[in-house]
């Protein structure tokens, strides 16, 4: 995404009708090898193009190599591959296959140049993250699934749907923005100096700071706002206490089983890398679950375990 993926072949930029052109052709080649697609809305007045983002659904092609379909139907001089997307060349033009699990998720969040970025600027204050898989709250490095469907998503954040379809100019995907129930201002005025450096990159989300008047940054990163408030509301909304609590509870029990054993135990025993990786897999394999193991037993019980192990290597 983005048009500079390829390095070894030439791209151009394409005008509006011959993009449009590019990407019939795309769509009728894979659909004749009945990929489900779709592509991700563009604003109106955009005259031209540096790259085409197809989106394809994993869903209902799970045995395909998307790899192999790229080379038989379009014969590309470069393909490279990105974690979740393939890009490669076609008429002198780059071409993004960005695979999805949701699509219609996926063509909220990438919609509009820059609508995913803006959003997820504004979610990720409350500790939410707004992705082209989903939206999620993170807690701890876990992260808990609130909703993968549009129209819950927007319900929630209190943007209407039926207006993001109607969305044509910069403009009115800026004041789309700023009807969300979560947005303020001020969020765009903090970011540290890797998220500075990373909007240098995105034209749309610099314009976006000038149309709310957002000059500079502060040097506090963190804006203060009522996360619980807003966590217990999503919480409530999506029927997620449960899985919490869930979450909660393992995160409690992970925390008990590395204080009753961790690689630094063995470290402080006087043991290398390369000892303590063949230890800890050989006590591993003495019981089948391990961990639930190490969770049950005493203390005095593991250290026992662990140094007639220790013997026996």
Request: hydrophobic share 40%; glycine share 4%.
């Amino acid at each position: 995404m983005g048009g500079h993926a390829l390095k070894k072949v030439i791209t151009v930029r394409k005008n509006k009708s011959e993009y449009d052109e590019i990407k019939d052709r795309v769509s009728n080649l894979l659909k004749s090898r009945e990929i489900i697609i779709d592509f991700i809305p563009e604003l109106a007045d955009k005259e031209s193009f540096g790259d085409l983002d197809v989106l394809w659904s994993s869903s209902h092609n799970p045995n395909i190599i998307m790899k192999d379909v790229v080379i038989e139907l379009f014969s590309p001089k470069e393909i490279v591959i990105n974690a979740e997307v393939i890009s490669f060349d076609f008429e002198n033009f780059q071409i993004d296959l960005i695979m999805c699990n949701n699509i219609e998720f996926a063509k909220l969040y990438f919609s509009y140049g820059d609508f995913g970025g803006l959003m997820g600027k504004i979610t990720k204050q409350y500790n939410l993250t707004f992705g082209h898989n989903g939206f999620f709250f993170e807690i701890n490095n876990h992260s808990l699934l609130l909703t993968k469907d549009v129209n819950e998503f927007c319900k929630f954040v209190a943007i209407h749907f039926e207006n993001w379809l109607l969305i044509k100019t910069k403009e009115d995907l800026f004041e789309f923005i700023k009807t969300s129930r979560l947005y303020k201002p001020e969020f765009f005025s903090s970011g540290n100096h890797q998220h500075r450096k990373r909007i240098r990159k995105r034209p749309l989300y610099i314009e976006f700071l000038k149309y709310i008047g957002i000059n500079e940054f502060l040097e506090n990163d963190e804006i203060i706002v009522d996360k619980e408030k807003v966590l217990e509301e999503a919480l409530d909304f999506f029927h997620k206490h449960e899985e919490l609590e869930s979450i909660n509870k393992a995160i409690v029990k992970a925390k008990v089983i590395h204080d009753k054993f961790n690689g630094n135990m063995l470290k402080e025993m006087g043991y290398n890398g390369t000892q303590i990786g063949t230890i800890i897999k050989k006590f591993k394999s003495e019981y089948p679950d391990f961990d639930e193991w190490i969770y049950s037993s005493t203390n005095e019980t593991i250290m026992d375990s662990l140094n007639k192990i220790i013997l026996l290597i």
